[in-house]
């Protein structure tokens, strides 16, 4: 690589740059589906765009396929200016949420149609669907219908009509949201290796935060038409930039309070009663932030356990799930905040009402600045 | 077993008013034109009730070989008539097709209205909409006004009692025919296959041939055939808008039942013109199935 680039030339592949889109409501009302978004996205990487409905990840995806216009910004691919290519020029396809295969063509007219309109020759053509069918788990099957197929093999059917034309971004537009549980968690280990296998970029569109975990080497969570975080699952998960993404991803307990005190190893912060200490070393005294803390962070204390070098927090067990391999505990602290707590183990000997020690580490505890 | 009966009989009454309708006012009648067809035209109309084979001899050009000669005028106005049926549906497709792509991409509400709008004329009756049609048309006529108005004729054009009018007048009563189908095929057509196809990489054109003409197909072929029969048999806007220039099919069948008073003649023209339907129909039935099994 040139040493003229200072930044990294491979997570340069995809950029978008102030893309603002707007909507008009028929109420007269904007709807800002696109506020300012930024991105570099790498050349192979799996990137998920996450986040509520209404939040712009599906417009976003619309615009970089070319179905939808941008207000203002622009979008490069590998250096090309993507905005002024109309939908079927660019070097990008698309996995719709429906599908949309052409129900009057055979599986095989279906993967060669893109092959078909740019002028490959039939023998290459038959070859390349064999391989693409063969892909995604369906090799010979070129000859049936759409319709005789069942959701989960047409799912697989739309990602191999697409993965044939080697496109330079391949668009997921929500394609497991129609499957069942059990297949949707099957097919995300196989989307995972098919991208590892291609080395293409895979843009991802989901508003399911586990999916987006368990597939993306990173994540990009919208809200509003606004970029909140973008990072990998693990920055996501532990180090939520903002109070939406801690709530958004997985569960959290938030504290809202005051940093009282600060040193060269953390910060006190006070929230209502509870003091909680932090190993965070960016705060300063008098700063309001919010605290928080993964229900898996906490350790139940009884009689025979210390808790030596950790923090405590009492509360009253209110109610108590078993989860599977863990129990989900509901508490109330003396506040009158609602907590969770992930624990393993035998809890068959607590009692609803019951005082209960819940312990945590100082390094766990994030810190989000609170924004008022 | 015994509710499969009981639907059964339900069945039969629901659907035996409308056999019965359908027995007594339409086969019974085609029955007896297919007789009549065959039967000696009487004197002062009526038949005479013996085998006669001359009223599809003189169809085909053969005369009854005592006063006419060798003569194809009834198998020329039955070509000249498909032509014009033809024109009428091709002309109607041309018209309907675009602009119910047009108004399938409107909001609900303009939708409706442009629906409304369509079937509008459906509300009056079809003779007095005729005659509106001749008050434009004649020399003095709305339309030859305006074109001198506007400088681009000097004498007024000869449209009235042309084929030309003809057309225009059966275009003008066909058009909701063929709008209605394809508007409801276009409706259901699946917006993401289209940008489906885009996505792959296929032009506008190419869209349009491999993904939405398959798509709208039945809706245009549904169309073309409700345009094209009642066309081909149809009088009123001959009469009106051709006068005695320009006569079709469906002229000559009332010609002879009610001016000419020979019911057999009429009848044999009127198998003819279903014989053709018919034919059509089967061809394209025959097709459909045909893809079918194909597939």
Known sequence: MSIAFSHNPASDYLRVRNAVRHFNTPEGGVVKA??????????????????????????????????????????????????????????????????????????????????????????????????????????????????????????????????????????????????????????????????????????????????????????????????????????????????????????????????????????????????????????????????????????????????????????????????????????????????????????????????????????????????? | MRALSRETTALTLLLAPVTLFLAIFFLIPLGIMAVYSLLEPGLYGGVEWSFYHWNYGRILGWADGFIEEFDIVYLQVLGRSMGLAALTVISTLLICFPVAFWISRLPAKQKNFFIFLITLPFFTSMIVRLYAWVLILRDSGFANQLLEWLGLISEPLDLMFTGTAVIIGMVYIFIPFMFLPIYSSIEKLDMSLVQASQDLGASPFTTFRRIVLPSVMPGVIAGCILVFIPSLGNFVVPDLLGGARVVMIGNLVEQQFLYARNWPFGAALSMVIIAVMMLLMAVYLFRVVKADSNR
Do not use: W
């Open chain 1, 34 to 372: 696109l506020d300012g978004i930024n991105l570099n996205i790498g050349q192979s990487e799996f990137i998920t765009l996450l986040g509520p409905s209404g939040c712009g990840k599906t417009t976003l995806l619309k615009i970089i396929a070319g179905f939808e216009r941008l207000d203002s910004g622009k979008i490069t691919l590998d250096s090309q200016t993507l905005l002024e290519l109309s939908a079927h020029r660019r070097p990008v396809n698309t996995v719709f949420q429906s599908y949309a295969l052409f129900p009057h063509m055979s599986v095989g007219d279906n993967v060669g149609y893109g092959l078909e309109v740019a002028g490959v020759k039939k023998p290459e053509r038959v070859q390349r669907i064999g391989e693409a069918l063969e892909m995604v788990g369906l090799a010979g099957i070129e000859k049936r219908l759409p319709s005789q197929l069942s959701g989960g093999q047409q799912q697989r059917v739309a990602l191999a009509r697409a993965i044939v034309n080697r496109p330079k971004v391949l668009l997921l537009d929500e394609p497991l949201s129609a499957l069942d549980r059990h297949l949707r968690m099957k097919m995300q280990i196989e989307l995972k290796n098919l991208q590892t296998e291609l080395g293409i970029c895979f843009l991802f569109v989901t508003h399911d935060q586990e999916e987006a975990l368990t597939m993306s080497d990173r994540i990009v969570v919208l809200n509003g038409g606004k970029v909140e975080q973008l990072g990998t699952p693990t920055e996501i998960y532990h180090r939520p930039a903002s109070r939406f993404v801690a709530d958004f991803i997985g569960e959290s307990n938030v504290f809202e309070g005051k940093v009282v005190r600060f040193d060269d190893f953390g910060a006190d912060v006070q929230c209502g009663e509870l003091l909680i200490r932090t190993e965070d070393r960016n705060l300063i005294t008098g700063s309001a932030v919010e605290v928080m803390l993964r229900p898996e962070q906490f350790t139940l204390l009884d009689s025979s356990t210390s808790a030596a070098g950790q923090q405590v927090l009492t509360a009253t067990l209110e109610q108590a799930v078993f989860v599977g391999s863990d129990h989900q505990l509901v508490c109330r602290l003396a506040s009158g905040q609602q907590i969770s707590a992930l624990v393993r183990g035998h809890c068959h000997h607590l009692q609803v009402g019951q005082p209960l020690q819940l312990a945590y580490s100082s390094a766990d505890v994030h810190t989000i600045p609170a924004v008022f």
